[in-house]
């Protein structure tokens, strides 16, 4: 039996990309391997949003390399974002590798295995046809669990400056609304219970006959058996009424969005090609708080983008206090090539950047724990997604799952539970979890 595995970088798309390689393998007859060492098909499904990503799968791709040389038979291929950039230079720089395949071939990889596999080295990147692009997402199938990704829709139209995203997974195209909620559908039947919508920009979605974002939300909060709902990612700019009234009328909508900002800086975002200001933004954030109160609010930033002086990082800084994100992804700029950040003038030198990067997430840290801490008392509802793989204490079997604003909550309790949704009242905050105990015993679905 062909036995494969995947190494998985990156974005939650890249994440549901391999569940899709899985799928696509399992129809043509392959299984999963149960480690690495027993694969004869081994797939790195790879990222380039940053330097530091590409690094890694650069030194990966050269270990497997060499493992490769004690057996020759195995079939090494690189998948995702450095696929998609790099193309045949790939095969050139790594002479052990048989099979280079871009974002939208998912759906081929199979056919292109057995290429490989009869002793061609192959490299297919580029784009497809919107019907082939949509084709690759037909097995629905995945790993049994609790809390799922569903692409929604694939690619970026918005250039921002720094992102390779747009050159790497192609224009925007969304998939119908009715095969969404036929995916769900038949995930709930599984036994999923959450499910995050996501795509890089979900809030354009917008399918034919002007089927919204806030539509497709309306029609997956409804299907039978959907205990919770989340969405990723957003755009500020695009961020609509319909959308923040959503949350307030949806009521298995959870209380949480990721709204990346990127800068505090008027000037800075202008040259990132954001297309919004600052004032937007906090804007944005107090509609939100006014629909839905407590709505725990994430984000990205970028540190050190060419040109950002001092006072441009302590407006990000000003920013971070003004809305006190729970939480925050934050990263020095990496410049990526062929994007138009690549040419501008003025970057900030590493070890500056790595400064203020410090700087802004010692800050953060700071304002979640406060924030956390506030919960203590509070009874939230939690989705219970399995056993704790660290429990701190081993009287009872400790369970783990995430509260409605997706942070993390540790209690003790059956594993009968699993799958639940149940109030647990929070006893003790850190800065990446909670801790609690079960309130009662209403549980709900
Ligand atoms: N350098 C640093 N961070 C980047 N991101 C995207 N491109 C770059 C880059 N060139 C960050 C953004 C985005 C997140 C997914 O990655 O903050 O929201
Ligand atoms: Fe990249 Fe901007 Fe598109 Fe996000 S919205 S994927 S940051 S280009």
């Not at 307030?248 to 969005?257: D, G, K, M, Q, T």
């Not at 809305?323 to 900030?348: I, W």
């Not at 003790?428 to 309130?439: D, F, M, Q, V």
């Amino acid at each position: 039996m062909r036995k494969f595995h995947i190494h998985t970088f990156g974005c939650q798309m890249n994440e549901r990309d391999s569940e899709r390689i899985a799928a696509w393998l399992s129809r043509a007859g392959h299984v999963p391997a149960a480690d690495e060492a027993r694969a004869d098909l081994i797939i790195i499904n790879t990222c380039s949003i940053r330097k530091k990503a590409e690094d890694k799968v650069y030194s990966l791709l050269g270990r497997l390399e060499k493992d490769k040389r004690s057996r020759p038979d195995m079939i090494l291929a690189v998948a995702g974002c450095v696929a998609e950039q790099e193309g045949e230079n790939l095969l050139r720089r790594f002479p052990g590798l048989n099979l280079v395949f871009g974002t939208h071939q998912v759906g081929r990889v199979a056919a292109l295995v057995e290429k490989a596999r009869a002793g061609e080295r192959v490299s297919l990147v580029g784009s497809l046809p919107d019907a082939d692009r949509l084709e690759g997402y037909r097995p629905f199938h995945r790993a049994p669990g609790v809390s799922t990704f569903v692409t929604i829709m694939e690619g970026c139209d918005n250039w921002c400056s720094y992102c390779v995203v747009p050159a790497l997974r192609g224009r925007e195209l969304c998939r119908p609304p009715e095969e969404i909620a036929n995916e769900i559908k038949s995930l709930v039947e599984t036994g999923y219970r959450e499910f995050t919508l996501i795509g890089q920009n979900v809030n354009s979605y917008r399918c034919g006959n002007g089927f919204s974002f806030p539509g497709l939300l309306r029609l997956a909060a409804g299907i039978s058996g959907v205990g919770r709902l989340r969405f990723a990612t957003s755009h500020p700019k695009d961020l609509s009424p319909d959308l923040i009234r959503a949350f307030a009328e949806i009521p298995n909508l959870a209380r949480h969005i990721h709204l990346p900002a990127q800068s505090g800086s008027n000037r800075v975002l202008a040259a990132m090609n954001r297309r919004y200001t600052r004032e937007d933004y906090l804007e944005k954030v107090e509609r939100l708080r006014t629909a839905c109160p407590g709505i725990a609010i994430t984000t990205d930033i970028i540190i050190g983008f060419p040109g950002e002086e001092e006072s441009d990082f302590r407006q990000t800084l000003d920013l971070l206090e003004e809305v006190r994100f729970d939480g925050s992804f934050s990263f020095v700029y990496s410049p990526r090539p062929g994007t138009r950040a690549a040419d501008l003038a003025g970057p900030v030198e590493g070890g500056e950047g790595r400064r203020r990067l410090k700087i802004f997430q010692d800050r953060q840290d700071e304002i979640t724990l406060e924030l956390n801490q506030a919960l203590v008392g509070r009874v939230h509802e939690v989705l219970i997604e399995g056993i704790n793989p660290r429990p701190q204490t081993r009287q009872a079997a400790s369970l783990t799952g995430r509260d409605s604003g997706n942070k993390i909550v540790h209690f003790p309790g059956s594993p009968d539970l699993i799958r639940k949704i149940t109030p647990v009242r929070i006893t003790e905050a850190a800065i990446h979890s909670l801790r609690g105990t079960i309130e009662n015993n209403l549980v709900s679905s």
